[in-house]
Structure formats: structure tokens, C-alpha cells
């Protein structure tokens, strides 16, 4: 095949190919989930349905993993009760679910320090850059809560925005 219908054939060729190709975005059908608990110490973070335990994943957090995040900076993840408030599907590291730090209490803390809360805490896959950093420290974030990307595929398609995520020592 020579000319335009060879270009033809090539061009269907790729798009059926690039419709065989994974999505980073899946679909989940199962029981809602109603709460993200995170422990901290444990390194582990669960997706519940009411008491029920429907995933639950080995994390990495902030490269400062103790304690409670203060001020902007500190390496810190955050610890209370948020919410799932937004999400990047352009997110550096693969996908990600945001995070409500700071609430009015992180805030006014920090302020009353001179110091900014910080912001941008997220629940991330790894991506490229997390991958190489992972490789050499569990916690290698700036504070947010680090997963595979394989697994933040899963969180994003399961944790709406508004489902409270309890984060504890």
C-alpha cells in the first residue's frame, strides 16, 4: 500500500492500538468508601466502608514523619480530621486526591507563629521523580501521603471528594 491509503491504514493501526492502552483512570463499582484512616506509625492507610477494610496500603509520608505538620516547610504530614477535597489527574506524581490541611485551627497556629501552614497535602502515586526517591527513603515527601501509582489509580477511582480522612500518630 503506497499514497494516502496506506496513511489511512496507518493511522487506524495507531488508534486502535492507543485504544488497547491502560488508562490511569479506572472506574469502581463497589461499596462506597466512608472513611480514609491513615496511621502514621504504622505506615498504613486503609479505605473503609463503615468498620469494613476494603483496601489498605503500605505508605510513605513527609520526610520529617513525626509529629504533626506546623508550618510550611517542616517536612511534616498533617495529622486530625480532613477531607477529600480535590484532585490532579496532571499531578506530577501519576494522580492524586487532595487533602483539606490547613482547617481554621492549622492556620491560625501557624499565623500566631509568624509562620505560613503550607498547603498542597496530597494523597500521590509516586510518578518518575517518587520512584528514584522511594527507592532511597521510605519517606520522601514534602508531607503528603505517598502510594504506588498502581494504587493512587485505585484511590481515585474509589474516594469521592468529601470523605473524611482521619489522620493519627
Known amino acids: 500500500m503506497s499514497g494516502w491509503l496506506g496513511r489511512i491504514v496507518a493511522v487506524a493501526l495507531l488508534l486502535g492500538l492507543a485504544a488497547c492502552a491502560p488508562s490511569k483512570f479506572k472506574t469502581y463499582s463497589g461499596p462506597p468508601v466512608t472513611q480514609v484512616v491513615v496511621n502514621k506509625g504504622a505506615r498504613q492507610m486503609l479505605l473503609l466502608n463503615g468498620n469494613t477494610v476494603l483496601k489498605a496500603y503500605r505508605i510513605g509520608l513527609g520526610n520529617e514523619p513525626i509529629g504533626h505538620k506546623q508550618f510550611e516547610g517542616d517536612g511534616k504530614t498533617p495529622e486530625g480530621i480532613y477531607y477529600i477535597d480535590r484532585r490532579n489527574p496532571d499531578s506530577r506524581y501519576h494522580l492524586s486526591v ?31 521523580e517518587g520512584r528514584a526517591l522511594s527507592k532511597r527513603l521510605p519517606d520522601w515527601t514534602a508531607g503528603c501521603i ?24
Request: no cysteine; glycine share 12%; aromatic share 8%.
Open 146 to 169: 505517598a502510594v504506588t501509582d498502581e494504587q493512587v489509580e485505585d484511590i481515585y477511582a474509589m474516594v469521592p471528594d468529601g470523605t473524611p480522612i482521619l489522620i493519627t500518630p
Open 98 to 128: 487532595g487533602v483539606s490541611y490547613p482547617n481554621p485551627n492549622d492556620t491560625a497556629f501557624a499565623l500566631s507563629q509568624g509562620k505560613a501552614p503550607g498547603g498542597d497535602i496530597f494523597i500521590h502515586g509516586q510518578g518518575p
